[in-house]
């Protein structure tokens, strides 16, 4: 799913839960993980999260619901796009923009998903 289809699902829920369901749900859509594909763990993340690349696709797991769908939208903003791409984009803003009550403490996993993203 894009991006912009996730910011148009998301907009049309207004219980906080049901957003985080819907996020949750992103997640099980994540694929399975090439072998060829370069992965690295994020640190900073209370969960563990691994977001691998192989050229300018990308693909990731994460041992929680929530953060497995948190995964999923992060990876639908840069999949196709190049380091240099991605070094131009407000990734934050972004998912700030989607507006999920996802906590500080997954807060902090997201800026270090990004940092991981926007330092390849």
Same mark, same amino acid.
């Given at each position: ?6 910011? /148009?699902?998301?907009g049309m829920l @207004?219980?906080?839960?049901? $957003? ?5 749900? !992103?997640?099980?859509?994540? =694929? ?8 690295s763990e994020i ?13 300018? /696709?990308?693909?990731?797991?994460? @041992?929680?619901?929530?953060? $497995? ?5 992060? !990876?639908?903003?840069?999949? =196709? ?40």
């Amino acid at each position: 799913m894009s991006f912009d289809d996730i910011k /148009k699902l998301l907009g049309m829920l @207004d219980d906080p839960a049901m $957003r985080l369901e819907a996020v949750m749900d !992103l997640g099980n859509n994540l =694929g399975p993980i090439p072998t060829d594909a370069v992965c690295s763990e994020i640190t900073g993340c209370t969960s563990f999260v691994q977001i691998c690349r192989n050229g300018n /696709k990308f693909y990731g797991s994460a @041992d929680s619901a929530i953060v $497995r769908g948190i995964v999923a939208i992060i !990876l639908s903003m840069v999949d =196709g796009k190049s380091p240099d791409e991605i070094r131009q984009m407000n990734l934050g803003k972004m998912f700030a923009e989607l507006n999920i009550n996802i906590g500080a403490a997954r807060l902090n996993g997201v800026a270090s998903m990004i940092r991981f993203l926007q330092n390849l």
